[in-house]
């Protein structure tokens, strides 16, 4: 299941005044009918630039999982993303409990998986990491999320 980000940039708009008011006004003037048809044409504009909500990229799971507890430090954490994102406007970051950046600033993209973002870590001591993503979708909407993972100490 997609987990909601923070923050999404997506804004839905109002599409349906124009509509509902056609039907309900009894003597429409002249202005109202110019206002109801620019009112028609930005909504039929603002439709054709808003593409599906199924093509934003919004986080589907990761590995380590979102919320989990590992009892050896990974070498590196992935990330995939519920549609095809832009690699070149995409990253990762992983900090620790002090804000200090824990990751290796190597974010790669498998090339068979566009959905995938992977970043290498260094060893992590026992503790709470925090991972910041942001992802560009084919569609042009930025998303962006945290979540955290942690380490144990080994049983
Ligand atoms: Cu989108």
């Known amino acids: ?67 989990s507890s590992v009892t050896a430090s990974p070498p590196v954490i992935k990330l995939w993303f519920t549609g095809r994102i832009q690699h070149a406007f995409s990253g990762v970051t992983v900090t620790d409990h002090s804000n200090q950046r824990v990751d290796l600033n190597n974010v790669s993209f498998p090339t068979s998986q566009e959905n995938e973002l992977d970043i290498g870590l260094k060893s992590l001591p026992p503790g709470t990491y925090t991972v910041h993503w942001h992802v560009l979708a084919i569609d042009g ?5 945290s979540f955290t993972f942690n380490v144990a100490n080994p049983r």
């Open 1 to 67: 299941m997609p987990l909601k980000p923070s923050t999404h940039f997506v804004r839905a708009r109002k599409t349906t005044s124009a509509r509902s008011n056609a039907g309900t006004v009894g003597w429409p003037s002249t202005a109202m009918i110019v206002a109801m048809r620019a009112g028609l044409a930005v909504v039929v504009a603002t439709a054709a630039q808003v593409p599906p909500a199924a093509a934003h990229a919004y986080l589907d799971h990761t590995n380590p999982a979102v919320n």
């Open 141 to 145: 909407h930025s998303t962006e999320g």
